[in-house]
C-alpha cells in the first residue's frame, strides 16, 4: 500500500533537466543508403567557389530513405539534409554552383531549390500535381533540370513528364515561358536537357520495331520557340543507359554530340540547333558499354569494350578521339569489374577514376587518368587501399574528386558507396571517415541485456596447489584497498551511482561489456535489410560490433537477405553469455525463398554455432527450404525455443534437439496460432492448432480450426499482440473499495484492417480495429474509424488490458472539426466491478473468455504520429506511459492518467480523487516538457522500442527509422532511487543544527530543574 | 535546432477555407530570426493533402488548391474546441505568422534555498508553534485569573480525551465529548475535576515562576 501511495504521489510530471540532454540520451542523425542506380541521384562532389577566389566542397547525395543530403568530406558529419516525404519520391537532383534543384513526386510534380552550403530551402513550386504526373521506369526517366548559362544563368531548365519543358527564374520561380510536346500522345518521351546559348536540346526516345530511336527538338532559350525537331536514324535497345551527350562547355568551337551505342559500335550526331548534321561511327573497335562517368560537360566518357577492358574517348576539335586505354582492365576472375568515375578539381579538370577489387591480393585498388597532365599525353596515378570487405561488403558506387598539388602528383579522394549500406572516405589510400548509413534501414531491434561485472574471476577449478591458490588469491585482491576507500569514501561523500548519469564507458574500451548499477545499459542488436547486423551500445550509439551475413549457396548467384524476426534466446539469468537468433528471408536471384537462421552471441556478435570465423561473414543456417509463415519463440521456465512454421505449416525448431522437442511436445496442447491467410485483399485471420502427433514427414503439422472473414472491402494491414511483461496487479482498486479484474486473455491479438491495396482508394473506404481472442477468433472489440482519403493511418498498441490506438478523423460533423483523435480502451474482466473470471489463467474452450467489460474514451490528439509504444519495465509496477514519434520528428511520453477512460465528465468525486482521475478534457495537452527527444530532430520513427531498466521505475526507450534514438524514461518519476534533488549538505545541517540545540539547550533545561526541585 | 517554437497548430487554421492559392510568410523576429533557427519546417493543410515549406525569406506558398477566385478568409482554431460557429477573428491574407516563444524542453533543477524552505507551509506552521511555545507562558502570565481557570479545565478535557482516544477507549472518549457539551452548564466547580485541575494547576505553576 505504501509503493502503491508512493506512486501516486510520484504521478506529478517527470522532465528531463538541461544538463541531461546529451547525457542521458543520444541521437545519430542519418541521410540513409545514397540511391546509386541512377545518375541523377548518385553521391557527386561539389565545389562551391565564391566570388573571393575561396571554394567549400561537400558531397551531395540522394539516398533511399527520400533524403536529398549534404556530407562535409572532412569529417563525415552532416552539413544538411531536407527530409522529403514519403509519398514525394526525391527523382533527381542537379547542382550548379550556389544552389542545389531538387524534382520529386511522380513525374517531377514538384521543384525545390536549395543552398548548395546551407541548406535553406530556397524555392519550392508545383509544377502539375502529382495525380496529373506520368510514371516511368525507372522513375528518373521523363525528367530532367539544367541551369542555364552567360545570359541565361538566372534561369533553369526542368522538364517533366517526358514532355513539358519549362523555363523557370530561379530567384522568384516564375515560369518564364513553358513548352509542350505538340503530340503528347506520341510515343517520345524525353529525357534530357542540353542547353547552349543559342539552342536548348531536348533529347528524347521514340518507340519503333524492337528497339527505340533518338529523337531531338531544338528550341530557343529565350522564347521557347521550336526551331528544328526530328528523328535521328538510330536503333537504341537498352534505353537511355548508353546514350552519352558530351560537349565542351569551356569552348564554344566544339558542337555538342550525342553520343550512342548501336550494335556494339558507337555512333554519333553533332548538334545543331537546326538538326542538319548526318550520324556517323567510330570505327576500330567493338563495345559493351557506353558510360556517362560525370565529365561529359568537359568532353570525356568511358566506352567499354567486348572484352571488358575500359578506354576514355575525348571530344575535341579533332572529333571523338580515344585518348586512353586502361591498362589490364579486361574481365578476368583475378579482379572484379571497374568502376569508373568522374571528378573535377579545383581549377575545373576532369579526372577519370578506375576503382576495382583484386581478389588476388584481397585490396581495392583505383587508378585516376587525368587527361591534361604530362603535357596532355595524359597520366595515371595508381594505388591501393585497404577496404574491408568483410566487414563492409563490396564498392557499388564510387564519387570522386582530384587534386593536382605539383605535376605529376595527383591527389585524389574517393568517396565509396558500398552493399552493406556504408559510406566512406578514402584520401588517397588513408581511410578518413566511414559512416554506417545502412542502419537508417533498420528491420528488427532488440535490446539485450549485459552480464555483470566480473569482479573475481574463479574459473571453478576442482584441484588447486595451495602456492597457486594463494597467488589467485592474493590476486583476488590487490583491488581491496581501492575498494576500501571507495567504500568508505562514498560513505562520507554519498556520491552513489546516480541514476541521471551517463552509463556509456570510459575511454577504457578494453574491458569486456557489463553492465551498470542500475542495467540502463545494454547492446542494441539491429538488423538492416542491407545485410547487416550491428551491436550497438545503448549507452552512446556506438556500433560495439557488426557482421555481415553471408549468402550460403546464393552466394553463387546473388541474393538480398531480408531480416524477419529477432529473439533473445538466452539472456543474462541463464547464467551465460546472452544470445540472439535473428530468422531472415533469404530471396536469391534466381528467385528461390528460403528462411535463413543467425544465431549470435549478443556482447560480441560471435557465431553461436562456431562456424565462421570473427573476421569473415557470418554464415546462417538454413532451417526452411522456402518461405516462412511465421515465426515465434516459446518460453518456458527451462528453454526457449523458436518455433518456425513453412508455408506448408510444418513445425521446425531451433535448436533443434530431443530436449526441445520434449519441450515442445509439451507445449503443444496450448498453442494456439493464429495467421493471416488469403490471397493480399482477401486476407482472413485463421486459427491453427498442432496436433499431439507427428505426421510420417516427421514434422508436426499445424491445422485450422477457426476463421475470422473480414468484410470484403477490408484487408489486414496489421496483426499486433501484447508483450510478454509482467503484469503486477491482476485489477484495479477503485475508490469505493471495489475492483475492477484485468482482462489478461494471454491470446489476445490486435487486428488492424483497412481498405485493401489493390483496390483504388474511394472515400467511403473504412478501417476498423478489431481485438481477437487468438485462440477461438471471437471478435472482443470492434471499432469502425472513416479513412483518411481512402487510406488507412492506424496506429495502435496493446499493453496489458488497455488498447491505445490514433488515426485521423477526416469526417466533419456538426460543430466537429477535421483533426487527430487518440482512443483509449481499457478492458476488464466480467460484467463490472468486483466480477472475477481469472482471464489470464482461463482455458480457451471456456465460455467465461467473452465475458469482458470495455471502457473507452476518445480525445483529441494534436498531431499526427508514426508509431507508438506502451513503456515497459522489469515487474509492471510502474505505471505504463505511451511514447509516440510525431510526424514532425520528436518523441513525446503521453502519460496514462490523461489517456485514462474512466476521465469523469464532471468535477471528480473524492472517490474519484482518491484514484488520482481528473476531469475530462477532449485534448490531450501538447507538453513541450514531455517531449524526450527535446531539441533533437528524430525524423521518420519507424519504431519505438521499450525495455526494461534493472530499475523498476525506468524504462529504455530506443527509437528507429531513420535516425537512431535512445533515452531512458521514468513514468512515475525513480521513486527507487534517491532523488538527484536530495540534498545531502541539508540534511547534515539539519542534523548539525539539532544537536547543536540539543548541546545548547541541555545544561539550561539541567539548570532549570534543579532549580524546579529547590523552590517547588 | 528544429521547430522548437510555437507556430500553433496552423494544420487546422484553414480547414474550412475555400479559395484559390494558398499564400503565407513566417515573420522572422527575435524569437525566431531566420530559418536556421526555425529548421526544416512546411505548413500543412487538410492532413498533409496540401504542404508547403517554409523558405529562407520565410514565405511558404501552394498553388492550384482552391478553385474559387475570391480570397480565402482565415481564421483561427484550436483543437478541442466546437468549428462552427467559427472564431470571430480573421486572420490577415496572405497568412502571416510569427513565433511567440521558443518550447523549452527542460524543467529546472531544484536546489537548496533557505527561503524556499521557509515558504513552504508545513515549514512556516512549524514556525508558528514554535513561536507559539515561546510565547505562551508570557500569555498566560498576563491572562485574567478566571478565564485562565476555564481555559485549564478545557484543556484538562481535550488531554483526557486525547489519551483516552490514544488508549483505545473509544467509548468512554466519545461520551467525554458529548459529556463536555454540557459542560458549560455546569462547569462552575465540580469536584470530580480535581484530579486533572490539579495537573493543569502545576503546569500553570510551572509558567508562573519563569
Keep these: ?1016 | 535546432m528544429r521547430i522548437p517554437l510555437t507556430l500553433f497548430a496552423l494544420a487546422s487554421t484553414c480547414v474550412s477555407a475555400l479559395a484559390l492559392d494558398f499564400k503565407g510568410r513566417v515573420q522572422w523576429n527575435t524569437q525566431c530570426p531566420d530559418l536556421k533557427a526555425l529548421g526544416q519546417t512546411k505548413v500543412v493543410l487538410d492532413n498533409g493533402k496540401w504542404s508547403g515549406g517554409v523558405t529562407r525569406d520565410g514565405s511558404f506558398i501552394r498553388v492550384d488548391i482552391f478553385e474559387s477566385d475570391s480570397l480565402p478568409e482565415v481564421r483561427p482554431y484550436f483543437p478541442g474546441t466546437p468549428l462552427s460557429p467559427a472564431a470571430p477573428a480573421t486572420l490577415p491574407y496572405p497568412l502571416v505568422l510569427s513565433a511567440r516563444g521558443r518550447y523549452d524542453y527542460f524543467v529546472p533543477r531544484e536546489s537548496f534555498n533557505v527561503i524556499a524552505m521557509f515558504k513552504n507551509p508545513m515549514m512556516m506552521m512549524m514556525l508558528g508553534a514554535g513561536v507559539l511555545v515561546l510565547l505562551m507562558p508570557t500569555l498566560m502570565k498576563n491572562m485574567d485569573p478566571e478565564v485562565m481557570e476555564e481555559f485549564k479545565e478545557r484543556h484538562a478535557k481535550m488531554t483526557n480525551l486525547q489519551s483516552s482516544l490514544q488508549s483505545g477507549d473509544l467509548a468512554s472518549g466519545f461520551s467525554q465529548l458529548l459529556a463536555s457539551g454540557d459542560e458549560p452548564k455546569a462547569a462552575a466547580s465540580g469536584p470530580s475535576k480535581g484530579a486533572s485541575s490539579g495537573g493543569a494547576k502545576q503546569r500553570s505553576g510551572k509558567g508562573k515562576r519563569r
Excluded at chain 1, 549485459?450 to 574459473?459: D, Q, T, V, Y
Excluded at chain 1, 481499457?826 to 469482458?852: A, C
Design chain 1, 1 to 1016: 500500500m505504501r509503493l502503491f501511495s508512493l506512486l501516486l504521489g510520484a504521478a506529478c510530471a517527470y522532465a528531463l533537466h538541461a544538463s541531461e540532454a546529451g547525457v542521458l540520451d543520444w541521437h545519430k542523425p542519418q541521410l540513409g543508403v545514397p540511391l546509386i542506380q541512377s545518375h541523377a541521384t548518385a553521391p557527386t562532389f561539389h565545389r562551391r567557389e565564391y566570388d573571393t577566389g575561396a571554394t567549400r566542397s561537400t558531397i551531395l547525395t540522394v539516398t533511399q530513405s527520400n533524403v536529398l543530403a549534404s556530407v562535409n568530406p572532412a569529417n563525415g558529419s552532416i552539413d544538411w539534409r531536407y527530409v522529403f516525404d514519403d509519398d514525394d519520391r526525391i527523382i533527381a537532383y542537379h547542382k550548379d554552383n550556389d544552389v542545389v534543384a531538387a524534382l520529386s513526386g511522380i513525374g517531377g510534380a514538384n521543384l525545390r531549390l536549395f543552398d548548395a552550403i546551407e541548406g535553406d530551402l530556397l524555392l519550392e513550386t508545383r509544377l502539375h500535381s502529382p495525380e496529373a504526373g506520368r510514371l516511368f521506369e525507372p522513375e528518373t526517366l521523363g525528367t530532367a533540370i539544367s541551369f542555364g548559362s552567360e545570359e541565361q544563368a538566372g534561369n533553369l531548365f526542368v522538364l517533366t513528364d517526358g514532355h513539358v519543358l519549362r523555363s523557370i527564374d530561379r530567384h522568384t520561380g516564375e515560369v518564364k515561358w513553358g513548352w509542350s510536346a505538340p503530340d503528347q500522345t506520341s510515343l517520345v518521351v524525353y529525357s534530357k536537357i542540353l542547353v547552349t546559348p543559342s539552342a536548348i536540346y531536348l533529347l528524347g526516345l521514340a518507340n519503333s520495331f524492337a528497339s527505340y530511336t533518338l529523337h531531338i527538338s531544338t528550341l530557343s532559350p529565350t522564347t521557347g520557340e521550336v526551331i528544328a525537331s526530328g528523328n535521328v536514324p538510330s536503333s537504341v535497345t537498352t534505353g537511355f543507359t548508353d546514350v552519352v551527350v558530351v560537349r565542351d562547355h569551356r569552348t564554344s568551337e566544339v558542337e555538342p554530340h550525342i553520343v550512342w551505342l548501336e550494335d556494339k559500335v558507337i555512333k554519333y550526331y553533332p548538334l545543331t540547333p537546326s538538326l542538319k548534321a548526318k550520324p556517323a561511327v567510330i570505327k576500330g573497335a567493338t563495345y559493351r558499354s557506353l558510360q556517362d562517368v560525370g565529365v561529359s560537360a568537359f568532353g570525356q566518357f568511358v566506352a567499354v569494350q567486348e572484352d571488358g577492358s575500359g578506354r576514355v574517348i575525348r571530344l575535341s576539335s579533332e572529333g571523338l578521339k580515344v585518348i586512353w586505354d586502361f591498362a589490364d582492365s579486361a574481365t578476368s576472375p583475378q579482379r572484379s569489374d571497374a568502376i569508373y568515375s568522374g571528378g573535377l578539381d579545383v581549377d575545373g579538370h576532369p579526372y577519370i577514376a578506375r576503382v576495382f577489387w583484386s581478389h588476388a591480393f584481397r585490396q581495392a585498388s583505383a587508378h585516376i587518368f587525368a587527361s591534361h597532365l604530362a603535357e596532355g599525353k595524359g597520366l595515371v596515378t595508381g594505388f591501393t587501399f585497404p577496404f574491408k570487405t568483410a566487414e563492409h561488403g563490396i564498392i557499388s558506387h564510387v564519387a570522386v574528386d582530384a587534386a593536382n598539388p605539383e605535376p605529376y602528383r595527383v591527389l585524389s579522394r574517393l568517396f565509396l558507396t558500398t552493399s552493406t549500406g556504408a559510406i566512406q572516405l578514402w584520401q588517397h589510400d588513408q581511410h578518413q571517415w566511414t559512416r554506417e548509413e545502412g542502419l537508417a534501414d533498420i528491420r528488427v531491434a532488440e535490446l539485450v541485456e549485459l552480464p555483470e561485472r566480473k569482479i573475481a574471476s574463479h574459473a571453478g577449478v576442482e584441484q588447486e596447489f595451495f602456492g597457486a591458490r594463494l597467488r589467485r588469491q592474493l590476486s583476488d585482491a590487490q583491488d581491496f584497498p581501492q575498494y576500501a576507500v571507495n567504500f568508505v569514501r562514498r560513505f562520507v561523500t554519498g556520491s552513489y551511482a546516480s541514476a541521471s548519469a551517463s552509463v556509456a564507458p570510459s575511454t577504457n574500451t578494453t574491458e569486456p561489456l557489463s553492465r551498470d548499477t542500475f542495467g540502463f545499459r545494454k547492446v542494441i542488436v539491429a538488423a538492416t535489410s542491407h545485410g547487416k547486423l550491428y551491436g550497438i551500445d545503448s549507452a552512446n550509439g556506438e556500433v560495439l560490433w557488426s557482421r555481415v551475413f553471408g549468402l550460403g549457396w546464393a552466394a553463387q548467384v546473388g541474393g538480398q537477405i531480408i531480416p524477419a524476426k529477432l529473439f533473445v534466446t538466452r539472456t543474462v539469468n541463464d547464467g551465460e553469455v546472452p544470445q540472439v537468433v535473428l530468422v531472415t528471408q533469404r530471396k536469391a536471384n534466381n528467385g528461390l525463398v528460403d528462411t535463413v537462421l543467425f544465431h549470435v552471441d549478443a556482447l560480441t556478435g560471435d557465431d553461436a554455432t562456431g562456424k565462421s570465423p570473427a573476421n569473415d561473414v557470418l554464415q546462417g543456417k538454413d532451417v526452411v527450404s522456402g518461405p516462412l509463415v511465421e515465426a515465434f519463440l516459446l518460453k518456458t521456465a527451462s528453454a526457449r525455443v523458436v518455433v518456425l512454421l513453412d508455408e506448408f505449416l510444418q513445425v521446425h525448431l531451433f535448436p533443434e534437439t530431443d530436449e526441445t522437442l520434449r519441450i515442445f511436445e509439451k507445449a503443444v496442447p496450448a498453442l494456439r496460432i493464429p495467421l493471416k491467410t488469403g490471397p493480399p485483399g482477401q486476407r482472413q485471420l485463421t486459427g491453427h492448432q498442432i496436433p499431439q502427433k507427428v505426421e510420417f514427414t516427421g514434422r508436426y503439422i499445424a491445422y485450422p480450426t477457426w476463421t475470422l472473414p473480414f468484410p470484403p472491402t477490408e484487408d489486414i494491414r496489421t496483426v499486433f499482440a501484447r508483450p510478454t511483461d509482467p503484469v503486477a496487479s491482476l485489477g484495479k482498486v477503485l475508490g469505493n473499495r471495489t475492483t475492477l479484474y484485468k482482462y489478461l486473455n494471454p491470446n489476445l491479438i490486435g487486428v488492424v484492417t483497412g481498405p485493401s491495396a489493390s483496390v483504388p482508394a474511394s472515400k467511403s473506404a473504412t478501417c476498423a480495429v478489431y481485438l481477437v481472442d487468438g485462440a477461438k477468433g471471437t471478435v472482443i472489440y470492434h471499432a469502425v474509424l472513416p479513412s483518411a482519403e481512402g487510406a488507412c493511418d492506424v496506429k495502435a498498441t496493446l499493453v496489458e488490458n488497455w488498447l491505445v490506438y490514433h488515426y485521423y478523423d477526416s469526417e466533419v460533423g456538426p460543430g466537429q472539426a477535421k483533426g487527430y483523435r487518440v482512443v483509449s480502451v481499457e478492458l476488464y474482466e466480467g460484467r463490472g466491478i468486483d466480477d472475477k473470471t481469472l482471464s489470464s489463467d482461463l482455458t480457451s474452450l471456456s465460455n467465461e473468455t467473452t465475458s469482458v467489460s470495455i471502457h473507452e474514451q476518445s480525445y483529441v490528439f494534436a498531431r499526427g504520429i508514426t508509431t507508438l509504444a506502451a513503456t515497459s519495465t522489469s515487474y509492471g509496477i510502474t505505471m505504463k506511459d505511451v511514447i509516440v514519434a510525431h510526424e514532425h520528428g520528436q518523441i513525446q511520453s503521453v502519460p496514462r492518467r490523461f489517456l485514462d477512460p474512466r476521465r469523469p465528465k464532471q468535477k471528480p468525486t473524492t472517490e474519484e480523487m482518491e484514484e488520482w482521475l481528473v476531469q475530462y478534457d477532449p485534448v490531450i495537452p501538447d507538453d513541450p516538457k514531455r517531449v524526450l527527444s527535446h531539441n533533437y530532430q528524430v525524423a521518420k520513427t519507424r519504431r519505438v522500442v521499450t525495455s526494461p531498466a534493472l530499475l523498476e521505475s525506468t524504462s529504455l526507450v530506443f527509437a528507429y527509422g531513420l535516425d537512431l534514438f535512445s533515452t531512458r524514461v521514468a513514468p512515475s518519476n525513480t521513486f527507487d532511487v534517491l532523488s538527484e534533488n536530495f540534498n545531502k549538505v541539508q540534511l547534515v545541517f539539519t542534523i548539525g543544527g539539532l544537536a547543536l540545540a540539543i548541546f545548547v539547550v541541555k545544561p539550561m533545561v539541567a539548570r532549570k530543574r534543579l532549580r524546579e526541585r529547590w523552590y517547588d
